[in-house]
């Protein structure tokens, strides 16, 4: 029998939980409905749910409805749950409340505004559900900055197994859309992503999702708008696969940054992203690590180096790209990157067998990669295979240069017949060559 739950929140002593259980199985209404309409906070009422309803139960943000969100989420330890979300969940522009209150996810002082996590858990949205960052706050916020210590990521995925996320979309994310970390088979399927500013403020750090210390992710079937990457693998990442992916105007999908602190060496292997489509992207299948000594990047939030490592096994195959600015890219001194070059050659992260095959379409200028391996770390096992990129005014039978491949410390870079790498290497990748062009070369 279904009763109807009108529970003070202890955590909240102001606001009235709205939930109807049945059993296990909890069904959430917004506040507004009992509030003539006005937008009230619903954080109480979710996390009634999935205190009731966590375990051997399901959660469903009932269709149709409008959800405010005002304060953290911390919804982990789920086991054998099923969360449907069907209507939008829409997160408050409280800058202040935000920055002070998102929960810590202890990778590069970053924080979250819902800590999601357990075994053999379900999210769908049945390409209903909705999550709603109001980002526009965030990008007029941060002012083309990045990493701002306590701007939160939307969702993480922290600490948990078996986990299926399937026909959400994600619009104007505060900062990451999603972060998986500490996790192992995850599967996000049937994603739409889309994070656009409507001024002259940047998007920057709005990334599809970010893999860190997990194994066995995989994504299939997204689309991505957005001013970051479009799905990025971070240090201690192994099995993660791609496939069916279009990104718009994002980094795409970048291995790194890896090797930032010595006390924690990164591994990452066995990553295959394919079958994708990349628009007006800065970099489509590349790779970025720190130095190797210690340095503080007076450009930006970061700062770090001499870490360790190695990055192996990785393919990116099938990948047409439109107008993309440097197609291919390796740098090992990501920081520095058109800065001082004393400490690019540094890096003890091992890159090694590295394969792109069928990358086809546009540069936007005429260097279609640039591979610059450490001097202290040569990269043995590189390929090129069936790799044919023009320049955009090249495609337009526009005068143009040739269409360059830079390189630099390739194991076998020149060498020929069966132990030939297929990098028609034309021109010497400098350490410090920079992510992103502004010209041609």
Known sequence: MFSALWLLAAAVPSAVAYVVNNGTDCYVYPESLVNDGE????????????????????????????????????????ENCNVNILGE????????????????????????????????????????????????????????????????????IY??????????????????????????????????????????NDTVNTDGCDTWNSRDVSFYNWTVTGGDDCISVKGNSTNVYGRNITCYGTGAFPIGSVGQFPETPDYVENVLFEDALLVDASNTAWIKTWQGSGESNAGGSDAGGGGSGYVRNVTWRNMVNVNVNQPIYVTQCIYNSGEADSVCDTSTVQISDITWQNITGTSRYDVAGSIHC???????????????????????????????????????????????????????????FPQQLTMNY
């Not at 994600?170 to 889309?194: A, D, E, K, L, P």
């Open 159 to 200: 600490n948990s197994s078996n986990v299926l996320v399937d026909s959400m979309t994600w619009t104007q994310s505060q900062f990451w859309n999603s972060f998986v970390s500490h996790s192992s088979n995850v599967t996000m399927s049937n994603i739409f992503m889309n994070s656009t500013s409507d001024d002259g």
């Open 374 to 432: 450490s001097a202290s770390r040569p990269c043995p096992g590189l390929k090129f295979i069936d790799v044919n990129i023009t320049s955009v005014n090249a495609s337009m039978g526009l005068p143009t240069p040739p269409e360059l491949y830079l390189c630099a410390n390739i194991v076998g870079q020149n060498a020929t017949g069966a132990n030939s790498t297929g990098i028609p290497c034309n021109g010497f990748a400098p350490n410090n």
């Open 89 to 156: 969940m829409e997160w408050s522009t409280d800058v202040p409340y935000w920055l002070s209150h998102s929960l810590p996810v202890v990778y590069a002082n970053l924080s979250t505004a819902w800590l999601f996590g357990g075994t053999n858990v379900t999210i769908r949205g049945y390409s209903k559900g909705l999550f709603n960052g109001n980002g526009q706050t965030w990008y007029d916020e941060n002012m083309g900055q990045g990493n701002q210590p306590g701007r939160p990521i939307a969702i993480t």
């Open 39 to 78: 937008p009230t906070d619903d954080t109480p009422s979710v996390l009634q749910a999935f205190q009731l309803c966590g375990v051997n139960g399901s959660i469903t943000m009932t269709e149709g409805n409008h959800f405010y969100i005002d304060q953290v989420m911390n919804t982990t330890n789920l």
